[in-house]
C-alpha cells in the first residue's frame, strides 16, 4: 500500500508541471455542431424546414499536456498564443472576453437579422480599443477600454472608417480624437500621430464594436450551451431570419457554418475553420457556410458544398439558390 501509495505520489508530481507550467500557445480541438433550432427561440414564430448548426471548436490552454496530445492525435491544431490574446493577457481574461463577445454577436444577430427581414431597428454602437501595440503611439495616447467617439471632428460608422482615416495621411499625421473613458464615460479630448507600423500608416490599436445601445421589435432568447467568441454571429442572424420569414435554405438542408458578423451585415474572419468543419461533418452537413476570408484554411469535403461569403447579404443569396 506505501509503495503504491509513494508511487502515485511520484507520478503526480511529474505530471503536474505539464498542465501548470504556461506555454505561448493554444490548442483548438475539435468542437460540436450545435442545432440551432432547439437553442433560438423567436416569440411567436417556428423555424421552416431545415437545420442549421453553429459549429465550435474546444479551446484548449497552452500547457505541455494539451501541446503534446494536439501533436499526437488527429483533429487538432496548435495556434500561437498571440493569435488568440493580447500580450500579458491572462487565461481568465480571455475567458472573460469571449463570454462578452457571445453576448455581442447575440445581439448584433438580431440586429442584422431583423433589418434584413424588414423589422424597423435602432441601435448605437461604440468603437472600443481592447488592444494597444507596446511601443506604439496608441500606447501612449489612448486607454484600453476608450471609446472613439470623433476623429478629427467626425464620428466614425465603421472600425474601417477609423482605418481609412489614419491611412489618408502619410506617417506621422496629427489627429484630434473625442473619447468616452472610464466608468462615467465622461469624454475625453486627446490628440494622437500615426507611426509606420507594419508598412502603414497606423495609431497601433485594436478597435472591437460593441453595441451601446439597441431597440429590436422582437426579443429573441438564446439558450447556447458552452459557447463562447463571436464567430456565431453569422449562423445566429440566418437562424434568426429563416424563422421570423419562412425562408427554406437549399430546400431543407442540413447547414452548418461560423463567420463574425459586424452589425453592418459585414462577415469577418474566424480561427478554428478546419475544425469546425470537422464538427459539420460529423453531424452530416450537406452545407458549410465560412467567411471568404477563411477559404483557404479549409480542405474540400466529399458530399460538403463549402460557400465563403462577405456578407449576410450574400449568404441569403447563396443559400436560397441551393
Known sequence: MRTAALTAVVLAAIAAPLFLIPIPFFIFGPGDAVDLNRVIAVPKHTPPAGTLYLTDVRLFPGRPAYYLAARALPGFEIVPRSFVAAPNESDRSVNRRLVDAMRESQLTAQVVAERAAGYPVRARYAFVVIRTAARSPGARCFDVGDAIVKIDGRPPEHPDDIVRVTRSQPPGTLFHLVVERGRAARDVALTCRTARLGGRARFGIVVETRTDSVDVPIRVSFDVPRINGSSAGLMFALQIYRTLTGTVFAGGAKIAGTGVLNFD???????????????????????????????RDVRRVAGVKIVPVTSFAAALKALEVL
Open 265 to 295: 451585415g459585414t462577415v469577418g474572419a474566424i480561427e478554428g475553420a478546419r475544425e469546425k468543419l470537422q464538427a459539420a461533418e460529423r453531424e452530416g452537413a450537406s452545407v458549410f457556410v465560412l467567411p471568404a476570408a477563411n477559404s
